[in-house]
């Protein structure tokens, strides 16, 4: 079957391996000049399965007053004439009661750890490497409050099938000593012994090489414009070099995504939620930690990558806006240093910034569309990485017909 991906992030290109193993004609559509160059490229870098709890919870909804009007706050809403924005919050607001909450982290647990499986595989079967650690995730806290509210959460996920362990301050220290700087300000944590990190980037580029071997096409430097929809299938893909057309399409172009869709009468609610991350190199690898860590009340993650200790987080919904600003970079390295003194050579900061695309229940939209021949992968908003593995498999197997390995109606565009 010739089967058309459209998007090279880590996302596609999972989707473009699985379905170049099956044996299908496999070619990669995107506009950047090589594989994994957006949202992809500098992310946090946690697979984090067992902690892959959704955005709209009531936690967030308790702390969103205290962070209106500060400048670095963790989700910073810009106010500004955008309908897209304040329909998309509406929607995310009435996710965040405890009944849809716990719904949802049913649903992405339940994603999350079969990916995790399926990333392993695809490690064992390629024998690929991308500065992947496995250590764990350890995700501390530095409210007293926030942490007993993990603590009652940790239970149900551990019941879900998570493997969670709740620390207080001193097995914290335990686990991650390179904390000691902060042992003051630290309630306790919350640590994953299973889950992992590594460079998404490195891991899109080299997957991309092993689907290229079983004979993937990539076509780079294409912006894609448009779908033509025929008698209920997309009969054409149109780009700036032309036409494609495809027996079966996926679309994997994230925030994107929507966009393309709306001419088609799909209004997928997936908003552009724009991060920061800043990457250094390692001055002093005794005091740079030894596995991935979320600092969880200022929405934080830090990661180790080789010789790098990255930092990421901030959310700021500007729309379609990827702009650098300095100032957002210069905050995020100025946290590094005070979790983490002196591990890191602070005069040769490397900025990026990319969106996430988020859906207001913070779930990915996974599986097929109106139209018969279209398939949906997009809308993983800070998961895409930990989901893209399990999301990849899943998509082979309904371009194949194939039932999947997990119930995945729950994730289907038709909840919106």
């Known amino acids: 079957m010739k089967v058309l991906v459209l998007g090279s992030g880590v996302i596609g290109v999972t989707a473009a391996y699985f379905l170049s193993r099956a044996g299908h004609d496999v070619t990669v559509v995107d506009r950047r000049a090589g594989p994994g160059e957006e949202t992809s490229f500098a992310n946090g870098g946690q697979i984090s399965a067992s902690l892959a709890e959704p955005w709209a919870n009531p936690d967030v909804l308790r702390n969103l007053l205290g962070w209106l009007g500060r400048r670095n706050a963790p989700l910073a809403f810009h106010l500004r004439a955008d309908t897209a924005l304040w329909g998309w919050a509406l929607r995310f607001l009435k996710n965040c009661t405890a009944e849809r909450s716990a719904a949802n982290l049913e649903r992405a647990l339940r994603l999350a750890l079969y990916s995790r499986g399926e990333l392993r595989a695809i490690r064992e079967t390629t024998g690929i490497r991308y500065d992947e650690r496995m250590e764990g995730v350890l995700k501390f806290y530095r409210s007293a409050r926030d942490f007993e509210s993990a603590r009652r959460r940790m239970e149900s996920m551990n019941a879900l099938g998570a493997n969670l362990h709740a620390l207080d301050p001193k ?58 929809p025929k008698e209920g299938r997309i009969d054409r893909v149109v780009t700036d070099r032309g036409h494609v057309t495809a027996d079966a399409i996926v679309l994997s172009l994230g925030s994107y995504s ?10 997928l609610p997936i908003y552009p939620a724009k991060g920061y991350s800043v990457t250094l190199p390692i001055r002093d690898s005794n005091r740079a930690p030894s596995r991935s860590i979320t600092d969880e009340g200022k929405k934080l993650v830090f990661g180790r990558f080789g010789d790098r200790l990255r930092v990421a987080g901030r959310a700021e919904f500007k729309g379609f806006d990827t702009k650098i600003e300095p100032a957002r970079c210069q905050a995020l390295a100025r946290d590094l240093e005070a979790v983490f003194p002196g591990a890191a ?61 997990i119930e995945i109606g729950d994730f289907s565009s038709k909840r919106f």
Request: net charge negative; hydrophobic share 45%; charged share 20%.
């Open 345 to 405: 050579d602070q005069e040769r900061p490397a900025c990026w910034a990319g969106l996430r695309p988020l859906t207001p229940d913070t779930l990915p939209i996974l599986g097929p569309s109106p139209f018969s021949n279209l398939f949906l992968n997009t809308g993983h908003g800070t998961y895409g990485w930990t989901l893209a593995a399990g999301c990849g498999r899943i998509l082979a197997d309904l371009v194949e017909g194939a039932r999947p390995a």
């Open 171 to 228: 097995a914290c220290l335990a686990t991650e000593p390179a904390l000691a700087a902060i042992a003051e300000e630290i309630a306790g944590a919350v640590y994953s012994p299973e889950d992992e990190s590594g460079d998404a980037h490195a891991f899109t580029v080299k997957l991309g090489e092993e689907a290229a071997r079983l004979g993937a096409r990539f076509a780079f430097n294409q912006t894609i414009e448009a779908l033509v």
């Open 258 to 267: 929507s966009l393309l869709l709306r001419p088609l009468g799909m209004r």
